[in-house]
């Protein structure tokens, strides 16, 4: 595989997700992402982000790293905020609690009745900052969003703003207003794969983003970031119970992942930072799994 890469080139954060029945072999990647100089690592809620953020704190030592994200149903603010001051204290600082209110069809799983997403999101940070005086200071917030009604609720109440599979010319529009602005970070979870076979990787991000491409509120929001029409595609086809597959639009796969050879990722993730906004490498591959694929990516900055 190609490494056609700067040498001073910064390593993106990193997606881990705690697999069941191999969580060490997790942790013993966090510790490797920690001394490659990895600056963080968001913790999914596949595989319990907060279960795996209790092991980060005792297993390394100088990273960041936060939930992406803790859902807010199906749990309350008093059970949330009294595990997230833990984790912010065993660690010295270096936890962040992102919430989110995730997608409505996972929420029905959790035979929850989901309210107004923006709503039901600002009671529930009410909540964490009122029982504070019993928990323990909490870590800092950040807040799951993609349009900008929740951006906004982000800025008002929380301490950052992550998106995830977001557009990178429609972001770099909304986040324009927020760089710089003092105690507030914002990150991008971003599909990676790294293949000097392009289309190859470009294939395996097509089948991940289909999941989302089913997902009404994820349509919404890339029709709002200018992809219009190749999400009308997509609705004709998922109305079509004759259709094969999902149309994904080359340019659309583009703007919201990342997938080639090195080279090319190390652009795609400075261009993430060039727009304020740290990128989260959520990584694939064309030849292995996730412990593959994050090799695979350390390979980049050895």
Known sequence: MSR??????????LSLVATPGKRRQILELAVEAESLG????????????LGLCTSLAHVTASIRFFTSIQGIYGTTPAEVGSLASHIHEVSDGRFALGLGVSHEAMVRRLGVEMGPPLGDMRRFVAGLRELEKW???????????????????????????????????????QAAPLVGRTGFHMGNMIPTV??????????????????????????????????????????????????PSIPIDRRWLEDCTAFGPAGKIVERFSAWREAGVEPIAVMSSTSGGQAHAIRQLFDLYR
């Not at 928990?135 to 969003?145: F, R, V």
């Not at 990178?168 to 529009?173: D, G, K, S």
């Open 4 to 13: 056609d890469r700067s040498s001073t080139a910064q390593p993106p954060a």
């Open 38 to 49: 990895v600056p963080a690592l968001a913790c999914p809620t596949l595989g319990n982000a």
């Open 135 to 173: 928990s323990g200071p909490l870590p800092p917030i950040h807040l799951a969003t993609l349009r900008d009604r929740m951006l906004a609720l982000a800025v008002e109440v929380a301490d950052g703003a992550l998106w995830a599979n977001a557009s990178l010319r429609h972001t770099t529009r």
């Open 194 to 243: 790294i293949d000097d076979d392009e289309e190859a990787a470009a294939a395996v991000n097509a089948k991940t983003m289909q999941t989302y491409l089913r997902l009404p509120n994820y349509r919404n929001y890339w029709k709002a970031a200018g992809w219009v029409e190749e999400m009308e595609a997509v609705e004709a086809a998922l109305s079509d119970p004759g259709r």
